[in-house]
């Protein structure tokens, strides 16, 4: 009787150590990622309203330069507008650029990024991105990888087919692909990165996605952490919604010329998001930025937008 209560509290003290033990940091399984978005990349020496058009390649520049000098990054996201317009020379030059970042990367389409009607079309987009840069073995412009255990994640394409449009909005083919991808990774802390947000940072009809509550509908239908990472609005934003994550970052091109990196800790209970806010240190280019935009508070968000910690729970 002895022997067998002994037996029975060694095993509750290994299962309490197991317990505490994997909630640990230096236990967790840490992802750590750049997202850069809005570069607009432009090869004119004209500025267009709020966005320094003329100095997009230094403000990248910098950017690359000051995440090659983070350790331990696992890729870098570039979430739409990487180019301000759609020219076969612009988003070469762009690519040589991004081709010096010591990490993988991966693009996301905007709407500067595309047309219809001349040479940059999505299907030649991913043609010159398959032929150009390594880590881009995809056949779409939406696509889906793990870039380690316990992490999914999914790349979506919210820019129109038909005519130029700041409005995003997801085909119903997309949307089906995504629900199944989500049906498969119903145990992975999901990452999405889209250039429209589902959340905007503020109003804006002519921006916003046409199907939002479509898109909306199928997120909702699983309970596991998933962060939504955007762009387009050119504003930092952060805000959690049960286990969806919202996150909008500013333009690189426009004021506060920022990128963010992100360190994202996956607990057997709880997802843990880090988020350090990058400003440009061209801070004269950043000051002239700052007096070309209107509301440069907006853009900039409030302390919380910026450097901030958010957990999610998991839900069993």
């Known amino acids: 009787m002895k022997k067998l209560l002994k037996d029975c509290l060694y095993i509750l003290f290994v299962v309490v150590v197991m317990f505490f033990v994997s909630d640990l940091p230096s236990f967790s399984k840490t992802l750590k990622f750049a997202q850069i978005s809005d570069i607009h990349y432009s090869l004119i020496r004209d500025d267009n309203s709020y966005k320094l058009l003329s100095k997009t390649k230094p403000l990248l520049e910098d950017a690359i330069s000051q995440i090659n000098n983070h350790k331990n990054i696992k890729f870098v996201m570039i979430t739409g507008d990487g180019i301000d317009q759609p020219t076969k020379e612009s988003i070469y030059s762009l690519i040589d650029d991004l081709n010096t970042l010591r990490y993988p990367w991966y693009y996301v389409i905007g709407n500067h990024d595309t047309t219809t009607s001349g040479y940059l079309n999505k299907e030649n987009i991913v043609k010159i991105l398959q032929e150009k840069n390594p880590a881009y073995k995809f056949d779409s412009t939406y696509y889906t990888f793990k870039p380690q255990n316990g992490y999914r994640v999914i790349v979506l394409d919210g820019a129109k087919n038909q005519g130029i449009s700041s409005r995003g909005i997801l085909p119903d083919e997309e949307l089906q692909w995504l629900d199944k991808i989500l049906s498969k990774s119903k145990h992975d802390t999901v990452l999405i990165f889209i250039h429209f947000p589902l959340l905007p940072p503020f109003d804006s009809k002519s921006h916003e996605i046409i199907n ?81 935009t209107f509301g440069g508070a907006i853009y900039y968000g409030k302390p919380k937008d910026r450097n901030t910690e958010i957990i999610i729970e998991k839900k069993k």
């Open 212 to 292: 939002a509550e479509e898109f909306k509908a199928v997120l909702q239908k699983y309970n596991m952490p998933i962060a939504i990472f955007s762009g387009h609005y050119h504003a930092a934003k952060i805000t959690k919604r049960g286990n969806l994550l919202h996150v909008s970052t500013p333009a690189l091109a426009g004021y506060p010329n920022a990128f963010r990196i992100v360190e994202v800790e996956n607990k057997h209970n709880k997802v843990k998001f880090k988020f350090e806010f990058c400003e440009t240190n061209l801070k004269d280019l950043q000051a002239k930025t700052k007096i070309m």
